[in-house]
């Protein structure tokens, strides 16, 4: 077990709201028998696909119909349907840094990938128009794993670049979304598509739990009609009462004010960890990407390696990872950088996790 955990990849378990979430679903249990005891529609329930279409245009914009909503249990699911209703030699781009999974997916489905670099502003367009690129996976909301908020003129480039071409989309995955903290809401790349380009995904894993394993993609119309062709024998892979009781939890206005309450609760750990970094590193870190998500990017001035740094943190007791797992190729960057997610990172703990990575950065 860890002292301390900076891990990216969990919610705040403590904070969960348990009691509600159980109200919702024993509700769900009595009141929704019949569905429990048959399969529901492939893409999910349909009033609970109306309720996320609702909340998914309250949210981030979304403009789209229950109809065109898939549910999944995560997001890689929900990717193998869409490469498998997708041109088949599509060639799909991952951004570089990015998450390595849905390459390795992409890989495992024999489908063709290409590394999309970033600038300051997300992904790189100079490269894009060079490529052979022609489904980009993009995560705009907060850049996985460097934090870059896409503004909305690179937002209008990429739109422009996936109109010029029939064969090309748009796969907005809006992960890490629901927490902002310096910077307004950007508009969903959804939002703004006036012609079918764009494939919305989200997930739940990181505002409610990632064992919920409950995400969900918006198909554009003409990518419907394709998965209803293809894909009709396809049951429901995430659990009906999962379903019916987010449904509850959504219409019930819990989801609404446990965004709230967590939005509150890690803009302040966020800045009390900043703070505390500053303090034990001085001058010898850059803190970057922390303006939205429940991550930021540390990158430290020390000759010591990112591999020596990671396995010193783990001798440590302290679960922390760098950013060469999310790079396809190998980079020896002069300054190694750490992704530091605060989670599920307690305040009593902090002063101490801070004090335990500074010993692996540099203690001797
Ligand atoms: C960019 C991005 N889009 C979606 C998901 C969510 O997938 P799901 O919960 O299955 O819906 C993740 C999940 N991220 C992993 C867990 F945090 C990262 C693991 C690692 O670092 O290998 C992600 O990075």
Redesign the pocket.
């Known amino acids: 077990e860890h002292i301390a955990s900076f891990s ?3 919610a705040d378990h403590a904070s969960f709201p348990l009691d509600s979430w159980l109200k919702c679903e024993q509700q769900a249990l009595k009141a929704e028998r019949k569905q429990l005891e048959n399969y529901v529609h492939p893409q999910g329930l349909y009033t609970v696909r109306q309720t996320l279409a609702r909340f998914l245009r309250l949210t981030r914009g979304v403009k789209c119909r229950p109809e065109q909503i898939v549910l999944g249990s ?3 699911q929900l990717l193998r349907q869409l490469s498998s209703i997708m041109n088949p030699d599509t060639t799909y781009g991952i951004e570089e840094p ?5 390459r390795h997916l992409l890989e495992s489905e024999g489908r063709s990938v290409a590394y999309v670099p970033l600038d300051d502003q997300g992904v790189s367009m100079s490269y894009l128009e060079k490529s052979r690129v022609s489904a980009v996976i993009t ?1 705009p909301s907060h850049q ?1 794993p460097t934090g870059i908020i896409m503004p909305i003129s690179r937002r209008i480039e990429l739109l422009n670049w996936a109109v010029t071409n029939e064969n090309r989309y748009i796969i907005e ?1 809006d ?1 890490d979304s629901e927490f902002i903290y310096d910077a307004d809401a950007v508009p969903s790349l959804q939002s703004l598509d006036g012609s079918n380009r764009v494939i919305y995904t989200g ?1 739940f ?1 990181k505002s409610l739990l ?1 064992g919920l ?1 409950i ?1 969900y993609m918006v198909l554009p119309v003409p990518l419907l009609e394709k998965y209803r062709d293809k894909l009709a024998f396809l049951m429901s892979s995430c659990s009906t009462l999962t379903q019916l009781t987010l449904q509850r939890f959504i219409e019930t206005g819990e989801y609404q004010k446990h965004i709230k309450k967590m939005t509150k609760l890690y803009r302040v750990r966020r800045e009390r960890l900043i703070e505390e970094l500053e303090k034990a590193f001085e001058r010898t870190i850059e803190i970057t990407g922390a303006n939205s998500g429940l991550h930021f990017v540390v990158t430290v001035k020390s000759e010591r390696g990112e591999r020596e740094i990671l396995e010193r943190a783990k001798a440590l007791g302290l679960e922390v ?1 760098g950013t060469s ?2 790079y396809q190729q190998v980079y020896t960057s002069t300054h190694p950088s750490l992704v530091i997610g605060f989670a599920r990172l307690s305040e009593e703990q902090m002063e101490e996790a801070v004090t335990t990575l500074k010993e692996a950065v540099y203690g001797v």
């Open positions: 990216h990849m969990s995560g997001t890689q990015g998450y390595q999974r849905l995560t996985f995955d992960y997930t894993s990632p394993r995400s990872y797992r999310f």
